[in-house]
């Protein structure tokens, strides 16, 4: 009989892959347990009539963190998909005209400069900032464990967070570099990702700025599916095991000797049977794990605590497949051509369907 200790993972997008990856590396036996008939979750793959769409992500942004990953299992992005710088990192259309972002941070100085003069050098100084940021929230904080409070507790990182401007919106440090509404809405945009308004978001998250405009936009060769098919592939390597179209339900608890609120799952309900493990993870969504899976006694949070929570919107999308060519597409084009202040607040502070939605379009196919 095997002793290795063994784990579940619900859920099969980048995090339950991940984590699965991650388990079998320490010695798990690692069972993935997925309602849909593949891999990917929110970057799951859609065929149909002969066209292939991405479902989900399609910006490829900060690949040091991809390489980061694969590396920690003695792999290399390379290993698994070829990737693409694009230039124009994307194109922004505005009420008239359009401006194309360049890969070549020269060409984009000279645009910015276009603009409004003189910006080229402070995007310069914008992004000597956004460095410092990107490399204090990304080497002492995103990359940490996670484990413990003392993790953060050094000098170090107690004086890096000093400077990632917890207390400014990034709205008013952007608009501390650049007077341009243009430029300010370059700059404001990557903060959209997060799903909050620029001027309720800390300008920590100009670190996103340096991601985009120093890091550059890359595309897997095969689309954003390539990440979900090398993740799955290294994960299969490592010997996980996958079970599709398996939709858990419940879990079952053995409770902790003389505690009302601790307990151990000791059993996953999913559709098609029971199954049990030494530990369980969950790759769905915080909510549903919390509010669905766990019997009431042992949750955290009431619903009404979730009610008041603030979820990032979701987005009304279209797959379209045509059958002609179009002219030169560009791969991601944004359209600004509506007011962002009516928009953002429709949003966010009146949530409603916007009067005017803005929209981006991915022509994947131009790459
Ligand atoms: C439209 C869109 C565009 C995006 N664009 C970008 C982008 O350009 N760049 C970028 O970096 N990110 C982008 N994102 C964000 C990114 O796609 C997500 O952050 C990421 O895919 C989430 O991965 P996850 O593993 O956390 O969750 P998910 O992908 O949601 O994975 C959860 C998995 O759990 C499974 N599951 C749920 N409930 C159960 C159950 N009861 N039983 C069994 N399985 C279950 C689901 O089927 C799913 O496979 C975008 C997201 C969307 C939706």
Same mark, same amino acid.
């Given at each position: 009989m095997s002793?290795?200790?063994s784990a579940l993972v619900i859920g099969s997008g980048f995090a339950g892959l991940s984590v699965a990856s991650f388990l079998a590396k320490a010695g798990f036996k690692v069972t993935v347990l997925e309602k849909n008939a593949g891999p990917g979750g929110r970057a799951r793959q859609l065929k149909a009539d002969g066209f292939l769409f991405d479902m989900g992500p399609s910006f490829y942004w900060m690949p040091d963190v991809f390489e980061r990953y694969f590396a920690q299992f003695g792999k290399k992005v390379s290993d698994y998909y070829e990737l693409d710088r694009l230039d124009p990192s994307y194109r922004v259309y505005w009420e008239e005209g359009h401006t194309?972002?360049? !890969?070549?941070? *020269?060409?984009?100085? #000279?645009?910015?400069?276009?603009?409004?003069?003189?910006?080229?050098?402070?995007?310069?100084?914008?992004?000597?900032?956004?460095?410092?940021?990107y490399e204090v929230g990304m080497g002492r904080f995103v990359h940490k464990p996670g484990l413990s409070l003392t993790e953060f507790?050094?000098?170090?990182?107690?004086?890096?967070a000093l400077k990632l401007q917890l207390l400014t919106s990034i709205?008013?440090?952007?608009?501390?570099?650049?007077?341009?509404?243009?430029?300010?809405?370059?700059?404001?945009?990557?903060?959209?990702f997060l799903g909050a308004l620029p001027q309720d978001t800390p300008a920590l998250y100009s670190l996103m700025n340096y991601a985009d405009i120093k890091g550059g936009t890359w595309f897997p060769k095969g689309g954003?599916? !390539?990440?979900? *098919?090398?993740?799955? #592939?290294?994960a299969l390597e490592l010997g996980v095991e996958f079970k599709f179209n398996e939709t858990v339900s419940e879990f079952k608890i053995d409770k902790v000797a003389g505690s009302k609120r601790r307990g151990q799952i000791s059993a996953v309900v999913s559709s098609s049977g029971v199954y049990s493990a030494d530990a369980v993870i969950s790759g769905a969504d915080y909510h549903f794990t919390e509010q669905q899976l766990l019997p009431a006694a042992y949750r955290q949070y009431s619903e009404a605590y979730w009610k008041k929570r603030v979820m990032a919107p979701s987005c009304l999308m279209y797959y379209v497949g045509l059958n002609k060519k179009l002219k030169n597409p560009v791969h991601h084009s944004l359209f600004f051509?509506?007011?962002?202040?009516?928009?953002?607040?429709?949003?966010?502070k009146e949530p409603k369907w916007p009067t005017e939605p803005q929209f981006?379009?991915?022509v994947s196919s131009a790459t």
């Open positions: 002793t290795k200790r194309d972002l360049s !890969a070549d941070f *020269e060409t984009l100085k #000279k645009t910015f400069d276009s603009i409004e003069p003189g910006s080229g050098e402070q995007l310069e100084k914008y992004l000597q900032e956004a460095l410092v940021k507790m050094n000098w170090e990182t107690v004086s890096g709205s008013k440090h952007v608009a501390h570099h650049f007077t341009h509404p243009r430029l300010r809405q370059l700059m404001e945009f990557p903060v959209l954003m599916y !390539a990440v979900v *098919e090398a993740m799955y #592939k290294l051509d509506v007011s962002f202040a009516t928009h953002g607040h429709e949003i966010y981006y379009v991915s």
